[in-house]
T-cell receptor, first 115, second 114 residues
Framework: AQSVTQLGSHVSVSEGALVLLRCNYS??????LFWYVQYPNQGLQLLLK??????LVKGINGFEAEFKKSETSFHLTKPSAHMSDAAEYFC?????????????FGIGTKLQVIP | DSGVTQTPKHLITATGQRVTLRCSPR?????VYWYQQSLDQGLQFLIQ???????AKGNILERFSAQQFPDLHSELNLSSLELGDSALYFC?????????????FGQGTRLTVV
């Protein structure tokens, strides 16, 4: 069984401030982990993914995430928020056990960037 | 543009009716997924197909069915619709369908049941 918990359904940051979106996972086998972003009226777009290579993963638009096995976390960060980062962010997990696997998404975190 | 096309973009229908949502995957992608996104449930995985065959099943109601055709497009059929079926339905596609593969999402079909 697998699950994802995103802490904070809404996060507000000032433009230029650090963005930190939290994600904790539960998986009975080593996981693959993903962050997706959804802009208004659009589908989800992959920001970055962890597939058991480097624990610090760099993605698009200046985002990165660090896989911490001891904390079962995969938090998403960006050093300096831009207005264009306002969107909904989804953490997702699938089991690293080969073959066709179901991806489980978190409930999402809406990021508001205040000018 | 993700390359995944979903039609229609919006659909309004009455309770008890049946609708069909259509998805054309990215060129070259063999796997198609369907998701339901609602305010209270978040993004729920419904079903996955790979090259015409069902590969994984999630929280899909018995009133719902899907298939992937030889040309790889997919359809999601929703029948005996209830008010609670109102949601955004996403189709996504990927090359292999394996768990480490990036999925590319369409813009969704917004279904409103009245």
């Amino acid at each position: 069984a697998q699950s994802v918990t995103q802490l904070g359904s809404h996060v507000s940051v000032s433009e230029g401030a650090l963005v930190l979106l939290r994600c904790n996972y539960s998986s009975s086998v080593p996981p693959y982990l993903f962050w997706y972003v959804q802009y208004p009226n659009q589908g989800l777009q992959l920001l970055l993914k962890y597939t058991s290579a480097a624990t610090l993963v760099k993605g698009i638009n200046g985002f990165e995430a660090e896989f911490k096995k001891s904390e079962t976390s995969f938090h998403l960060t960006k050093p300096s928020a831009h207005m264009s980062d306002a969107a909904e962010y989804f953490c997702a997990v699938s089991p690293n056990s080969g073959g066709y696997q179901k991806v489980t998404f978190g409930i999402g975190t809406k990021l508001q960037v205040i000018p | 543009d993700s390359g995944v096309t979903q039609t229609p973009k919006h659909l309004i229908t009455a309770t008890g009716q049946r609708v069909t949502l259509r998805c054309s995957p990215r060129s070259g992608d063999l796997s198609v997924y369907w998701y339901q996104q609602s305010l209270d449930q978040g993004l729920q995985f419904l079903i996955q197909y790979y090259n015409g065959e069902e590969r994984a099943k999630g929280n899909i109601l018995e009133r719902f069915s899907a298939q992937q055709f030889p040309d790889l497009h997919s359809e999601l059929n929703l029948s005996s619709l209830e008010l609670g079926d109102s949601a955004l339905y996403f189709c996504a596609s990927s090359v292999t369908g394996y768990g480490d593969t990036e999925a590319f999402f369409g813009q969704g079909t917004r279904l409103t049941v009245v």
